[in-house]
């Protein structure tokens, strides 16, 4: 795997262009600078790489728009060596950059190809992050509570159980609505009955599997 001056030149392009777009958390723009995305692409789109787009990575999934993943990790307001529980592992790419943030990461994804072959690549590239292959609409209650929970699948409503593994004080970031257009929401969880609910506009997301036998 190279990460060449050519690419690491695109990749500042593409932050310059996150700018423009809103993103201001230097923080954010720093570990995507450090992150090279065409380490998680599919070859037929390597020089595609560092376009603002979200591109295929097999399984029915995708890579997300990197304007998606500065918004998402810019709003889940994370500092070093808080626990996030990222749901959907997909191509890596966003566990990377939360990983980059000093993060302590608990990824999980359903796709059992999928999550093979990330796991694989992370394990490659060094991250630190903690990958599981299971369901995540049950979450990980075994390392819970965590600080952070961050959703990168479009969901039909919030899963109770990721509401429960939040500790108190915590946000969960997750796109809500049906496959094809969802908003995203920022819930902070005041107590144990009492949460606080932002909007932050509309975005597309494969849907999060529900309902489904594991695949094996």
């Known amino acids: 795997m190279e990460d060449s001056y050519r690419h690491k030149g695109l990749r500042r392009n593409l932050l310059a262009q996150l700018r423009l777009k809103g993103i201001i958390n230097e923080d954010v723009l720093e570990a995507m600078e450090a992150v090279p995305r065409h380490f998680f692409m599919n070859s037929a789109f390597l020089k595609f790489a560092y ?45 990377s950059v939360l990983a980059k943030l000093g993060t302590k990461v608990f990824s999980i994804e359903r796709q059992k190809s999928l999550f093979l072959k990330t796991d694989s690549l992370l394990s490659k590239m060094r991250v630190k992050a903690q990958r599981y292959y299971g369901d995540g609409y049950k979450g990980k209650p075994a390392f819970a509570p965590y600080d952070r929970v961050i959703v990168t699948c479009g969901a039909p409503e919030v899963p109770n159980a990721l509401i429960k593994q ?38 597309s997301f494969v849907p999060m599997l529900e309902d489904r036998e594991m695949r094996y």
């Open 166 to 203: 939040l500790k108190i004080g915590g946000l969960l970031v997750i796109p809500v609505g049906q496959e094809g257009s969802q908003e995203m929401l920022r819930l902070t969880k005041n107590s144990e009955t009492d949460f606080s609910l932002e909007r932050f506009g509309e975005f």
């Open 51 to 95: 376009e603002d787009k979200a591109f295929p990575i097999g399984a029915d999934q995708t890579i997300s728009q990197p304007y998606t993943v500065a918004f998402q990790t810019s709003i889940l307001n994370v500092s070093p060596g808080m626990k996030v529980l990222e749901i959907g592992t997909g191509s890596g790419y966003q566990t």
